[in-house]
């Protein structure tokens, strides 16, 4: 019988406790009516995720990625012990499969079309008493009665990329009648688990598997990925898997599932130039942005081909909404606000931004793209501050591969600004707040990490000296 490491059993303990209290975190509905409370109970899961991952850190490698990935599917596992609770997003996404397996473009109509009458339901469109919650938004009946629907914005067409939709069409046809969000919270564990198994896999033989751990164990999984289903996780795993093939040097291959992920989220363009670090060529750069494009591109072709209305959906409309051109509508910006005029703040953050992609692109190691990626990513986010947390789950795969676990705190951070949300607290103060800590961690943990480095460096070069000093001595003994 095989036994098992103290430390591993330690770290087990760890996560049964993570898990337990992830769960009762899904289970809590407080987003509305007591986003404090709610804030308190996501401060719990960091801490003790945070506390797993440092208990794993010593645990045997081979115990170490068999507890990861069992761990990782029982903690996102928890995101299916309730019904969506901090998004309403994964409601379009079962609206818009159910009006393609209709044979309708799902571009063509906002759900409160008229022409979509006929695919509506009591769970999607709701009326009477049910329509009282605050999250319903009230939409004309059929007869022009008072009506409404679980969806946010259902008189504006959907903004998913087609790789999206094809995954939101799969998911209702592998769904049986009436079960409803379940699908999509299933497909959320799914895709979860494989980016746990690509981490382990590239980890196991590029670094750490342990690191897999920032990522298997992560709160945002749970919550984001499967509870809430949001579909970025599926372009979190073809990004993923396409990083792991350009670090094998299989660019084309990478480069076309990196396309899919673009496809998939457009938030993953940002991993491109991780892709490209360190290349040297024009065509070794043309071997990841070619196939990246023409992935892109054939995804869209068959929705441009079926569809009367822009398969770019809502997409101007959501920018102009979420203000990245108003930076007080939002509090876009927060860091940079502090420092400069909100007329600044957008050119400062393309600036940085471009900056650091520079860095990447000439100074990047094309062994670890991820690493590159991680740093246009997390620059990204600390200094555009997005609200929705969900955006996050990129990053904390990213963190996983390349082991920098500060850049986490920037996850925290966006968690911490959208939960408070609905409760009293000063938006700008808190996304100022939040983000602020998060670079504070990133820089000192930045600070210490090269100073380690210096330390070792300057020891591995006296130790080097000694032993010159050794060997002249050595010969001298021997020459007298």
């Given at each position: ?8 059993l330690?770290?087990?303990?760890l996560l ?25 109970w ?6 003790l ?11 045997p ?5 068999v507890?990861i ?9 928890t ?5 969506p ?5 994964s ?6 499969g ?5 044979g ?19 769970w ?11 999250e ?7 007869k022009?009665?008072p ?17 999206a939709?094809?995954y939101?069409?799969?998911v ?7 079960s409803?969000h ?30 897999a ?24 795993l ?12 299989r ?24 892709a ?9 750069a ?5 196939p ?7 995804a869209?072709?068959p929705y ?5 209305s ?8 959501y920018t102009?909404?979420?203000?990245y051109?108003?930076?007080?509508a ?35 190691d ?6 590159g ?7 990204a986010?600390?200094l ?44 700008q ?6 983000y602020?800590?998060?670079a ?7 600070v ?10 300057a ?10 000093r050794?060997?002249?001595?050595s010969a ?5």
């Open positions: 019988m095989p036994v098992i490491n103290p430390r591993t330690a770290a087990g303990g049964a406790a993570l898990t337990a209290v992830v769960a009762l975190t899904v289970r809590k509905d407080g987003y509305v009516s007591d986003p404090v409370g709610l804030a308190w996501y401060a719990a899961c960091w801490a995720f945070a506390v797993a991952v440092f208990a794993v850190r010593k645990v490698a081979r115990q170490a990625a507890l990935a069992a761990g990782g599917v029982a903690v996102a596992a995101g299916l012990l309730a019904p609770r901090t998004s309403t997003d409601f379009r996404y079962a609206w818009d159910r009006v393609q397996a209709a309708i473009s799902p571009y063509d109509h906002p759900p409160a079309a008229p022409e979509l009458v006929k695919l509506r339901d009591d999607l469109f709701p009326a009477g008493d049910a329509c009282g919650l605050p319903r938004v009230r939409i004309p009946g059929p022009g009665e009506h409404c629907t679980r969806m946010n914005r259902p008189q504006v067409h959907t903004i998913y990329p087609p790789v939709e094809g939101f069409l799969l209702h046809g592998l769904s049986p009648d009436g409803r379940k699908g999509l919270q299933i497909g959320g564990v799914a895709l979860s688990a494989g980016v746990t198994a690509v981490l382990l896999l590239v980890l196991r033989r590029r670094g750490d598997p342990r690191l751990a920032l990522w298997a164990w992560c709160p945002i999984v749970p919550i984001e990925a499967v509870n809430n289903a949001h579909v970025d996780v599926l372009g979190v073809l990004a993923v898997a396409g990083l792991a093939l350009v670090a094998q040097r660019r084309g291959a990478g480069g076309a599932l990196l396309g899919a992920a673009v496809a998939a989220k457009l938030m993953p363009a940002v991993v491109l130039p991780g490209l670090a360190g290349v040297r060529r024009v065509r070794d043309a071997a990841v942005l070619g990246a494009a023409a992935v892109t591109a054939f869209y072709l441009l081909l079926v569809s009367n822009s398969v770019l959906g809502y997409l101007g409309g102009e909404e979420e203000g051109d108003d930076p007080s939002r509090q876009r910006y927060a860091l940079l606000r502090l420092v400069l005029p909100d007329d600044w703040a957008l050119p400062a953050l393309v600036a940085g931004v471009l900056a650091v992609v520079a860095h990447v692109l000439l100074r990047g094309p062994e670890r793209p991820w690493s990626a991680l740093a246009v990513t997390g620059a986010f600390l555009a501050t997005p609200g929705y947390s969900w955006y996050a789950l990129l990053l904390a795969a990213l963190v996983a591969l390349d082991g920098r676990w500060e850049w986490l705190a920037v996850a925290a951070a966006g968690a911490a600004k959208y939960v408070t949300g609905n409760s009293d607290a000063d938006a103060v808190m996304s100022a707040t939040a602020g800590v998060a504070g961690i990133v820089l000192a943990a930045g210490a990490r090269r100073a380690g480095r210096a330390r070792r460096q020891r591995a070069g006296g130790a080097a000296g000694d032993g010159e050794a060997e002249l001595s001298g003994s021997t020459a007298r």
